[in-house]
């Protein structure tokens, strides 16, 4: 019998690095990131420290926040899964920034906005969030 974890982790990506890009198109990331802010109202994701703890258990990966300055937010997500994307040149991860960007929003009461930048050498992603001004 598979293992649970396993067999989350291939639907998991099966669902987002195949099916979704095939059925959205050329509008996969704008839908994902519109996604991931609905799923941070429908998880409650009302405070920053829900965020590690969340993206481990929807096993995106790990999420550390590496740097809060002046309103900018910048998030290292990383780990096997991470690396496992990168490595299958899976490169969108505009979930996982909608998802940072409506709880910073949601913990703070501003809007932001998030992007995330592959690094493949390194195997991790940056997400980057701005509040409005």
Do not use: C
């Amino acid at each position: 019998m598979p293992n649970t974890n396993e067999t989350a982790y291939f639907m998991n990506q099966l669902y987002r690095d195949f099916l979704l890009p095939t059925i959205l198109g050329e509008d996969n990331s704008d839908i994902l990131y519109w996604a991931g802010k609905k799923i941070s109202h429908q998880f409650q994701l009302d405070a920053l420290s829900d965020l590690s703890s969340f993206f481990e258990n929807a096993n995106f990966g790990q999420l550390e926040l590496i740097k809060e300055h002046k309103g900018v937010y910048s998030y290292l997500l990383s780990g096997n899964v991470v690396a496992d994307r990168l490595n299958a040149n899976s490169t969108e991860f505009s979930l996982e920034a909608g998802v940072i960007a409506e709880t910073i929003k949601l913990s703070t009461g501003k809007a932001a906005e998030a992007i995330a930048t592959t690094d493949s050498k390194k195997q991790t992603v940056t997400i980057t969030a701005k509040l409005a001004e």
